[in-house]
C-alpha cells in the first residue's frame, strides 16, 4: 500500500479546488455543493468550509445517495441499502458541483446527473474530484481535480476522511479485491 495523499496534502487540495471553483464561476452565488455520499459528502462539506474562509460567503449544502440510479445496480446486491438524499434548495437556474472522492469509470457520476435531473434542472452541473484516477468508460471528466493519480484497472484507491474513517488519508494498493 503506498500513501497518495497525507493530511496536508488532501487540504492543499481542497483549498486550489475552492479556488478554482469560485475563480470559474466568478464568486460562489448561484452554487450548490452537492456531496455524493459517501465520501463526497464530507469534501463538499470541507469545501464550502473553505469558500466561506475565502469569501466570506457561506455556499448551499447537499447530499445525493444514486444507489438507485445505478446501471449496475443488480450486479451489486440484490438488496440496495438506500440512504437519503437531502438537497433543500431550489435547483434550477442554479450550479450544481457534484463532488465525489474518486472518479473512475464515471459511472457514480452519470448516475449523479440523472438524480440530481430528476431533482430540477439546474443551469449547469460540474464535477469536484479528489482523485482522477483514469479508466473512463463514459465520456465523462471532472471540472476540478485536486490529484490526478494513472492507476492500473486492478489497483485500489482509497480514500479516508476524519468525519467517516478517523483519518485523512488517499493511498492505493496494487492487490484488486
Known sequence: MKKILDEHAIKRSI????????????????????GIKTRGVPLAKRIAERVLEIEGKEVPLGELDITLYRDDLTEKTLDPVLHSSKIDQDLKDKIVILVDDVLYTGRTTRAAMDAVMDMGRPKAIQLAILIDRGHRELPIRADYVGKNVPTSKREIVKVEFKEVDGADLVTIDGRNK
Open 15 to 34: 483549498t486550489r479546488i475552492s479556488y478554482e471553483i469560485i475563480e470559474k464561476n466568478k464568486g460562489v452565488d448561484d452554487i450548490i455543493l452537492v
